[in-house]
C-alpha cells in the first residue's frame, strides 16, 4: 500500500528524552506529520496525537541512505512516501545521507537540525531548533499545552497501579531514579529517603519508583531490594507509563526520557540535572522546576524536598522555572 503523502516526514533515531524534545518541536510545526522513529516511542507520540502516523524506524531500510545503489533501486523511497517538506536529526551532517534522503521522499524544503547545540550555543536546544526552521520560539507558548494521554493508556495504568496496591483515585508521587548514564543519576539512596521522609510523610503522597531496563541492567539486586520495600513499577510500556505520569500528583527524576515525558504530558516535574546540561536540555512542560549542579551528588535530599515543594498543584500553571543547587533562586 502506497503510504499517505503528509506535510512533513520527521526522522529521529534517538532516545525517549530525546525524541520528547523533538516531539515539541513537531507539535508546532503545523499540517500533518509522519514520524520516523523507534518504534514503541514512534507510537507514544502518534498516540497521543503529538504526530500524525509513525513509522518505525528500525523495520526500514535506512542503511540504503549510505549505500551507493541508485535511489530508484532503493526500497526506501516507496515504504517514505512523498513528504512536502523534511526535518530529520538522523543523517544531520553526513552529505550524502542528507542528499539521498531528502530525494527519496522528494521533499521541497529540508531540515537537519543538530542533535546537539554547537559549542558556543548557550541556549535551550528547542530554541535551537526553533531558530532554524522558523516556528515558534518555546517561549511563546505559556504554559506549553500538555500533550493528551488516551484513557486506555490511563486505565491500563490504573490496573499497572492496582496491582501494586496504590489506589489509583489517590495522590501518588512518581520517582524515577535512572538516566543513561550513571553519571547523571542522584544517589538511589537519597531517592529512598526523599520517597519516605519527603513524599510519604510530608506530601502524604503514595511515593511510586518507576524503573527502566537501563536501572535493572545496572543496579540488579537492588532493584528487588528496592521492590521490598517501596512500591515499584518495572519496565512498564511506554503507554502504561504515560497513563501512570498522567495520573500523578508529582514526579521528581534525573535528566532522562521519563522526566522528559512526564513534564510534556503536564504532570509537575522537578528534575536534577547536571550544571553543564540544564540550560541545552531540561524538559519542557506546565509545571518545571529543575535542580542543578556540578556533582548530583552535592545535591541534598532536602535541597531536594524543597523544590518539590514550590511545584504548583495541576490545577495551578506555572511557568518552567530553573534552580541552581548552590544559591536555590528561581531563574525565570
Known amino acids: 500500500m502506497q503510504p499517505v503523502p503528509s506535510d512533513i516526514l520527521a526522522v529521529h533515531s534517538g532516545a525517549l528524552g530525546d525524541l520528547v524534545l523533538f516531539g515539541q518541536l513537531l507539535r508546532r510545526m503545523g499540517g500533518r506529520v509522519t514520524l520516523v522513529a523507534g518504534g514503541e516511542k514512534g507510537r507514544l507520540l502518534a498516540g497521543m496525537g503529538v504526530v500524525n502516523r509513525a513509522m518505525d524506524f528500525d523495520a526500514l531500510p535506512m542503511h540504503e541512505l549510505f549505500a551507493d545503489t541508485p535511489a530508484d533501486q532503493c526500497r526506501l523511497p516507496a515504504l517514505l512516501g512523498r513528504h512536502g517538506r523534511l526535518i530529520s536529526c538522523f543523517g544531520a551532517g553526513d552529505e550524502t545521507a542528507e542528499r539521498r534522503l531528502a530525494m ?25 531548533w526553533a531558530q532554524m526552521l522558523g516556528s515558534a520560539a518555546p517561549g511563546s507558548q505559556s504554559p506549553p499545552v500538555a500533550w493528551k494521554v488516551p484513557r486506555p493508556w490511563r486505565e491500563a495504568a490504573a ?10 483515585a489517590k495522590p501518588y508521587w512518581a520517582i524515577h531514579p535512572g538516566a543513561g548514564a550513571q553519571a547523571k543519576c542522584w544517589p538511589l539512596e537519597r531517592f529512598i529517603e526523599l520517597a519516605r521522609a519527603g513524599i510519604a510523610s510530608r506530601l502524604d503522597a503514595e511515593p511510586l519508583f ?54 510534556a504530558v503536564g504532570t509537575p516535574t522537578a528534575a536534577l540535572f547536571l550544571s553543564s546540561r540544564v540550560r ?46 548552590h544559591d536555590m533562586h528561581h531563574h525565570q
Not at 211 to 235: F, H, I, K, N, S
Open 159 to 168: 490496573d499497572a497501579l492496582s496491582e501494586l496496591h496504590i489506589d489509583p
Open 280 to 325: 541545552h536540555f531540561a524538559p519542557v512542560g506546565r509545571h518545571v522546576l529543575t535542580l542543578s549542579a556540578s556533582r548530583l551528588a552535592d545535591i541534598t535530599a532536602p535541597q531536594v524536598q524543597q523544590t518539590i515543594e514550590q511545584l504548583p498543584t495541576r490545577q495551578a500553571p506555572c511557568a518552567g522555572t530553573r534552580i541552581d543547587a
Open 210 to 263: 518507576v524503573l527502566g531496563p537501563v536501572e535493572c541492567d545496572r543496579w540488579g539486586g537492588r532493584v528487588e531490594q528496592l521492590r521490598r520495600q517501596l512500591a515499584a513499577l518495572v519496565c512498564p510500556p511506554l503507554s502504561t507509563l504515560a497513563g501512570v505520569l498522567a495520573g500523578a500528583a508529582g514526579y521528581v527524576g534525573n535528566d532522562s526520557g521519563v522526566s522528559h515525558l512526564s513534564a
Open 104 to 128: 527519496m521522499c522528494a521533499a521541497r524544503r529540508v531540515d537537519f537540525p543538530p542533535i546537539r547545540p554547537p559549542e558556543g550555543y548557550d541556549g535551550h536546544l528547542l530554541d535551537l
